[in-house]
């Protein structure tokens, strides 16, 4: 069993920086594929960026403003998110999937989180 909490979601300013935390148990994270989501009200969850430990792949729309690392110590990854944008507002997952090689698609991944929410004010 997997079990995956967030943290460090907060009200950030438009331009302004946030580092999200997502702690596993059960396994090692080089074990299996991660990634993370947004979801906001009302719309479809979306792919942020997915990685196994050779293979990292960030959407479009963070390219650039995103980036990822971990403690493997502590089994915690990160999501350092820089020059936040209002469409950056969304609740954010973690998640994995028990096959190697990372995915877009939502449904692949076997795993979440709880979420934390992400608010970008303008």
């Known amino acids: 069993q997997v079990q995956l909490v967030e943290s460090g979601g907060a009200l950030v300013q438009t331009g302004g920086s946030l580092r999200l935390s997502c702690a596993a148990s059960?396994?090692?994270?080089?074990?299996?594929?991660m990634g993370w989501f947004r979801q906001a009200p009302g719309k479809e969850r979306e792919f942020v960026v997915g990685?196994?430990?050779?293979?990292?792949s960030f959407a479009d729309s963070v390219k650039g403003r995103f980036t990822i690392s971990r403690d493997n110590a502590k089994n915690t990854v990160y999501l350092q998110m820089n020059s936040l944008k209002p469409e950056d507002t969304a609740v954010y997952y973690c998640?994995?999937?028990?096959?190697?090689?990372?995915?877009?698609?939502?449904?692949?991944?076997?795993?979440w989180g709880q979420g934390t929410q992400v608010t970008v004010s303008s």
């Open positions: 059960g396994q090692t994270f080089s074990t299996f594929s």
């Open positions: 998640a994995l999937r028990a096959v190697f090689g990372p995915t877009s698609s939502a449904s692949d991944y076997d795993y």
């Open positions: 990685w196994s430990r050779y293979i990292t």
